[in-house]
């Protein structure tokens, strides 16, 4: 399978987030790449194909935001990485706003997303390779993976969240839609991809379904609820199945078979997998209990519908199982 990853990708490192009403070290590490290069065959650095594919899912502020909102908080005088501390949650507008701590509030959703130096560089390539995936695809391959990271799926079309900032899942699906195709994303990362639902949440044309847990429990917590299925013309198109903490591979196969028969039923004729480790049973921040033969099992599935794969990488902070548990499931993806 052709892997696409680009070593910008590995310059984003902020160095703590906010979580339980202290600092602490961040979980998103430049070294969940290193461990996942180590277990994967050779990966190919992606073209670059510029902006225009990710305007096609991103607002030209955010984006801009993205770009500059490092050497504005440095410009401020701020050490570190920048971080917002106060968000807009009513009335939200599109305000003229002067200091970095406003746009931050403005552009982001939590504090456990900072943004770094190598951060716009990183999430920029990560989307590169995510394209590269894609092109493997249309040019005729039936499965492409991206070594995505930082991650995606959190990212909204003008936020940031969940240590994710260009949404590379659904940039690609938006490249693989423009090309004609009719894609169904499946999301089997722990945490809901609030992001990618929200870009395609009243669309039609795109299909997102997510396996996760429920988010009366976990992260994002507002999004993710069985109840959600998409409005207007993309009533029907969202589909969640939020599952318990604790939950082994006997409660995650008939959810994940559920979630690809849907993508059947809605006449997908391509999958975009959105690919988390972190339902693994070690996973530091995560409390599901899949096992690293469980991670071939998921990929399996997938091969199973016969159709064409772009696969994007998520979450999963196990470093030391974060290679086995890859390699398994493109090993699953390849049978
Ligand atoms: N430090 C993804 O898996 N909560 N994002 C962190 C523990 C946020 C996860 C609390 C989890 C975000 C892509
Ligand atoms: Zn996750």
Redesign the pocket.
């Known amino acids: 399978m052709r892997i696409f990853h680009c070593s910008a990708q590995a310059g984003h490192a902020p160095r703590r987030?906010f979580?339980n009403g202290d600092w602490?070290e961040f979980?998103?590490t430049s070294a969940r790449v290193d461990a996942m290069l180590a277990a994967v065959g050779p990966v190919e650095e992606p073209q670059d194909r510029g902006l225009a594919p990710i305007l096609a899912v991103h607002g030209a502020d955010y984006v801009e935001f993205l770009q500059t909102a490092y050497a504005e908080w440095r410009a401020a005088g701020r050490e570190g990485d920048a971080l917002g501390y106060a968000f807009p949650v009513s009335r939200r507008r599109p305000l003229c706003l002067d200091r970095i701590d406003a746009k931050l509030g403005r552009f982001s959703a939590d504090v456990?997303t900072p943004i770094a130096e190598g951060t716009w560089a990183a999430t920029y390539a990560s989307a590169q390779s995510a394209l590269g995936a894609v092109a493997a695809v249309l040019g005729g391959e039936t499965r492409a993976f991206a070594l995505t990271r930082p991650?995606g799926?959190?990212a909204g079309a003008d936020n940031c969240g969940?240590?994710?900032y260009l949404n590379a899942a659904a940039v690609a699906a938006q490249a693989l839609a423009d090309a004609g195709r009719r894609v169904a994303i499946v999301d089997v990362?722990?945490?809901h991809g609030n992001g990618t639902q929200d870009i395609f949440y009243e669309r039609g044309d795109v299909f997102f379904a997510s396996i996760h847990a429920d988010p009366k429990t976990d992260?994002p917590f507002f999004w993710g609820h069985a109840d959600e299925r998409g409005l207007v013309a993309g009533e029907g198109a969202t589909l969640n199945l939020p599952l318990a903490r604790g939950a082994t591979w006997a409660d995650y196969a008939p959810a994940l078979d559920a979630a690809l028969t849907a993508a059947i039923d809605w006449g997908a004729d391509t999958l975009l997998v959105s690919y988390?480790a972190?339902t693994f049973e070690g996973d530091p921040?995560s409390h599901f209990r899949l096992t690293t033969p469980d991670m071939r099992r998921i990929g399996a599935a997938i091969a199973g519908m016969r159709l064409p794969v772009v696969g994007i990488m998520?979450?999963g902070y196990a470093v030391g199982a974060l290679g086995a548990n890859l390699a398994a499931f493109l090993d699953g993806l390849e049978s």
Do not use: N
């Open positions: 987030e979580h602490t979980a998103e456990v991650p799926h959190h969940g240590y994710c990362d722990y945490h992260f988390g972190d921040i998520e979450g």
